[in-house]
């Protein structure tokens, strides 16, 4: 088994759901845990259940709703254990279910910043940096979402981050910071509902597997979380 000692690891909206998965299976093996969540309260479940596992663990939390916001939330980082070796950009939104026509700018400007803007902020907060240090895994999660026009804002920004993820691989090429993207697949979640396929808690391991690649490993890929559902962990 691979671990990650000394490794700081940021994974937005890690209070709840997926990120919460992916925070716990990082924990497993050996990383600290920056959690974040929408107010610090949100953090509490993540943080006590990760009590159990001997690692550092920090709270930063903040919306994603806006440049300033953002801005601010990257400061916490900072101000806190400050480097960032793996960051995974989790936190996401679905717009309200409505004919495609009916959906408004503001729809789409509110699906563009929390899902794709943000995302591009916090990797040009802490990738830089990860180059400096020749280490970094960085993971956008988008979706294998389709057909569905009634969800074109969330389905549109997803694509906009997997094409972000292989651009941002491609400048990051040669200098061990990997860049790739992951579907955590259709989960009973707060944003997948009660009708999804899988149970949250099979986004392990498979959502690790590119945070554990070795040195300059594969980047720019997308990776299907349900690929590796019945590997041990």
Known sequence: MKFLENKWAFVTGSSRGIGQQIALGLARRKCNIIVHGRVE??????IQRLKEFDIQTHVVAGELDSPQNVEAL?????????????LYNNA????TWKPIWEIGQDEWLQSFQINLFAMIALCNAFAPAMKQRGYGRIINLTSGIKDIPQLAPYSVSKAAV???SRDLAAELHGTNVLVNYLDPGWLRTDLGGSNAENEVETVLPGA???ALLEDFGPSGRFYAAQDYKMLEF
Do not use: C, M
């Open 92 to 95: 996401a939104i679905q717009n």
């Open 208 to 210: 690790l597997v590119p």
């Open 74 to 86: 990257i400061r916490a980082v900072k101000a806190g254990p400050g480097s960032v070796d793996i």
């Open 162 to 164: 997997d094409k972000y």
């Open 41 to 46: 309260s949100n953090a509490a479940e993540t």
